[in-house]
């Protein structure tokens, strides 16, 4: 009875992968003719290697956001990683695979364009844009976006008493929706209010539009204090390990703690400020208040913005899987510290694109520590 009924098993096991086998994809080409030539790989990655040469460093950065200076510096962190071994297939250099991922998230396009202007299978495109993303956030992660210490919130509050009049700031957070196709088996989850599947990020920043911390990957349908009550970042923020000073004298109101700012989806707590909303805005103190807050409060916007500016990919819907997503967004980060704040204005329908973009606010939460320092500023503010 064993043996027959093990021989039955075995039988329908040989049956369906034989249909498995009759049903698989078959490959009409190993290389598809159009990237047979022998020169057009030569050709379409000279492209490159000319704006590369070029007298005029602008004109790399154009295609790819890089000058060759900075292009440099990337690549001399990734090679190692990005170098494969010589086969009777045509090799894909570093340098080359490095510039179709720039490429890629500089100017939005899509694997399947890539794959006509640098003359490689879609296939291979999409494996070295994977691969490149994963290797910038392996090196570049504690280089770029490490782990804020006492001298940055420091640094970070010197900086926006400097640019805004507002003191003890160590940083401003927000979050913003991130446009993607809905995946597979999700239902709702990634639908947002907005309208459209997305992901959303989590980031703190500081007064130049840099990055200091992220949190990235949860589903669209996440608000601001249900995103942020699960986010690394604010049990960082609540523990000892983030090294926040302690309170410090202001002149007029007394001690008053290290704040990170942020919008009232967000809750006021002690370390963090948000601005009076009706009808608690009732006194020309509270307008002021809200007025300075909101000043210093934008710079977490102008990163959301120069990232968007920057990397033109994510001006539309992100055709990746959901890890995928992550990595980009990471990576786009990181490269976004490594260059520093953009330098041109940013363009009408970025900011418009950004401010659409925005998380959904939640449950207000109000602690009366919070309320208690939040009137410490507002007396602070109408002294001065």
């Known amino acids: 009875m064993i043996s027959l009924g093990l021989a039955a098993l075995m039988n329908l096991w040989i049956r369906r992968r034989r249909r498995r086998i009759a049903k698989a994809r078959i490959r009409r080409y190993n290389i598809r003719p159009a990237h047979c030539e022998p020169l057009t790989l030569t050709i379409c990655m000279e492209i490159f290697d000319r704006y590369y040469r070029s007298a005029d460093q602008e004109d790399l950065r154009s295609f790819c956001r890089f000058t060759p200076t900075r292009f440099d510096e990337l690549l001399l962190l990734v090679e190692p990683q990005l170098t494969h071994p010589l086969t009777h297939l045509r090799p894909i250099f570093p340098r080359h695979r490095l510039a179709i991922f720039l490429r890629h998230i500089a100017h939005g396009i899509s694997y399947e364009a890539l794959q006509h202007e640098f003359a490689i299978g879609v296939t291979t495109v999409k494996l070295i844009c994977e691969e490149v993303a994963a290797e910038i956030v392996n090196h570049l992660l504690e280089v770029y976006l490490p782990v804020p210490t006492t001298d940055t919130w420091i640094s970070n509050a010197e900086e926006y008493l400097q640019c805004y009049g507002f003191p003890h700031v160590i940083g401003a957070i927000d979050g913003k929706h991130f446009m993607r196709d809905r995946p597979n088996r999700t239902g709702e989850e990634f639908w947002s209010f907005k309208g459209y599947p997305s992901q959303v990020m989590l980031a703190l920043c500081n007064a130049k539009g840099g990055f200091l911390a992220v949190d990235i990957g949860s589903a669209g349908r996440t608000s601001d204090s249900a995103l942020f009550s699960d986010s690394p970042i604010k049990h960082f923020l609540e523990s000892a390990e983030a090294g926040i000073p302690e309170a410090e004298a202001l002149e007029v109101v007394g001690p008053t703690p290290y704040i990170v700012l942020a919008d009232g989806g967000f809750g006021l707590r002690e370390y963090m400020m948000t601005p009076f909303t009706q009808p608690s805005l009732n006194s020309r103190a509270r307008l002021s208040y809200n007025t300075i807050l909101s000043a210093a409060r934008h710079t977490v916007e102008s990163a959301f913005g120069q990232l968007v500016q920057r990397f033109s990919i994510f001006r ?29 204005e940013i363009d009408e329908d970025v900011q418009l694109a950004v401010r659409g973009m925005a998380l959904q606010g939640g449950t207000r939460h109000l602690t009366r520590a919070g309320t208690e320092v939040r009137e410490k500023f507002v007396r602070y503010f109408s002294s001065i």
């Not at 539309?316 to 041109?344: A, D, F």
């Open 316 to 344: 539309k819907p992100l055709q990746v899987s959901t890890e995928q997503v992550r990595r980009l967004i990471l990576s786009t980060v990181l490269l976004h510290n490594m260059l520093g704040p953009v330098r041109e």
